[in-house]
């Protein structure tokens, strides 16, 4: 009998994940354990291994769209084997749990449309055909299974066969960038247009303030030359990212209401301090992996966890619990050169923390001019929560334990 291959359920609170890649294709061999498939959950990518060995007989998740923990993504057999029958219940089972409706003519946007002669129709499908009246009903489907795809309806709305009713027929603005015979476009991936989603609503959810202070870095800067040596023999590579880590530590417990979030009922501040840490992945965006109990850390464990996180981190080697629960983030911005920033809330948070590149500055210290490595620490945070001398008492605490390090 056939094997069904399941989504599994990756972490808690995981609902669906993304199908990136298909490692196999129908009627390839595979054996048990092997790398059948990439999905990606909260910008972590994944590989589901095979629950069997055979004959990969059926696929019926597409690359490219969501796929619900525990639905049916393909069929593993013996050559030959007819897994027909079950297509019905298994193209039900990986359809997200929503009411089935009847078709209507004109499609809203925010809607998921299934019905028993459409099947599933994506946000992106509905969309388009909202804005131009189209009646889905009328579309053949090209994608997997008779799925109608954005292409089966652009392709339909530029026959001339739909008529945008008169509800809305109003000019709309085109978002689509002209396209020259020599550009080059390159294919969003689930990574980016998860970073995308998460910093558009952002943005909307919550107001942006930003507030700038100058650290002394010195002391620091004197610490880790001496101790770098030390923590190698430990294995742990000390980088200044520790540093940045322990002094937020410092700040949100002097001021508990930064390690917080907004809500409808009230504000609710977090006893876990569980910090972010933006890391690059090169071109395929950002990641922020969580150090959990941050509090609870010295240097040395600290940056043995920074060590380990981004090291995973970019060898796509995180586990999705490993990049949920933060209640604050910090960004390094600076290692690429740049001085000042304006980073977007990770939200529920209520803040994130830029720190600038490093260089040497003319200070005045009880009134001697002096050269000093200064950074500018960018305090980003939502004005539900915070106002401007609260958000500056909470930056100080920080300046303060960097330049009084030791």
Not at 4 to 23: A, D, F, Q, R
Not at 33 to 54: F, H
Not at 133 to 149: E, F, P
Not at 185 to 211: G, N, Q
């Amino acid at each position: 009998m056939a094997t069904k291959v399941l989504v599994p359920l990756l972490g808690e609170g995981v609902e669906e994940v993304t199908i990136i890649k298909w490692l196999k294709k129908e009627g390839d061999s595979v054996n048990e354990l092997e790398p059948l498939l990439e999905v990606n959950t909260d910008k972590v990518d994944t590989e589901i291994p095979a629950p069997a060995s055979g004959t990969v007989l059926k696929i019926f998740a597409e690359e490219g769209l969501p796929a619900k923990v525990g639905s049916v993504l393909a069929f593993i057999g013996k050559p030959g084997e007819n897994v027909e029958a079950s297509s019905t219940q298994v193209s039900s089972a990986k359809l997200p749990s929503v009411e089935k409706t009847q078709v209507v003519q004109n499609v809203t946007p925010d809607t998921l449309h299934m019905t028993h002669d459409l099947g599933f129709i994506s946000p992106v499908v509905a969309k388009i055909a909202a804005e131009h009246g189209v009646n889905l009903q009328q579309v053949q489907g090209t994608g997997l299974n008779g799925r109608i795809t954005k292409n089966d309806v652009l392709g339909f709305v530029e026959s001339g066969k739909s008529a945008k009713p008169a509800s809305i027929q109003r000019p709309m603005q085109n978002l689509t960038p002209d396209t020259g015979a020599h550009d080059t476009l390159i294919k969003h991936s689930a990574i980016r247009k998860s970073i995308a989603e998460h910093m558009v609503m952002s943005k909307r959810t919550s107001p942006h303030v930003l507030t700038v202070m100058e650290a002394d870095m010195n002391r620091v800067s004197k610490h880790r030359a001496a101790n770098k040596d030390i923590f190698a023999r430990d294995g742990v590579k000390l980088t200044f990212t520790p540093y940045f880590m322990m002094a937020i530590v410092a700040g949100l417990k002097n001021y508990p209401i930064v390690n917080s979030s907004w809500s409808d009922e009230g504000v609710l501040i977090h006893k876990a301090v569980n910090l972010g840490m933006a890391t690059s992945l090169a071109e395929e965006g950002l990641i922020v992996p969580v150090i959990k109990s941050a509090d609870n850390l010295s240097l040395l464990a600290m940056a043995r966890s920074v060590n380990d996180l981004a090291n995973r981190a970019r060898s796509k080697k995180l586990q999705p619990d490993e990049v949920k629960g933060g209640t604050f983030t910090l960004t390094n911005h600076g290692i690429g050169g740049s001085l000042l920033a304006y980073p977007i809330i990770n939200q529920p948070q209520c803040g994130i923390l830029g720190v600038g590149a490093m260089q040497k500055r003319v200070v005045v210290i009880d009134d001697a001019i002096a050269i000093r490595p200064t950074v500018y620490l960018s305090f980003v945070f939502d004005h539900r929560i915070l106002d401007g001398a609260s958000a500056d008492n909470f930056l100080m605490k920080v300046k303060e334990t960097l330049e009084g390090w030791g």
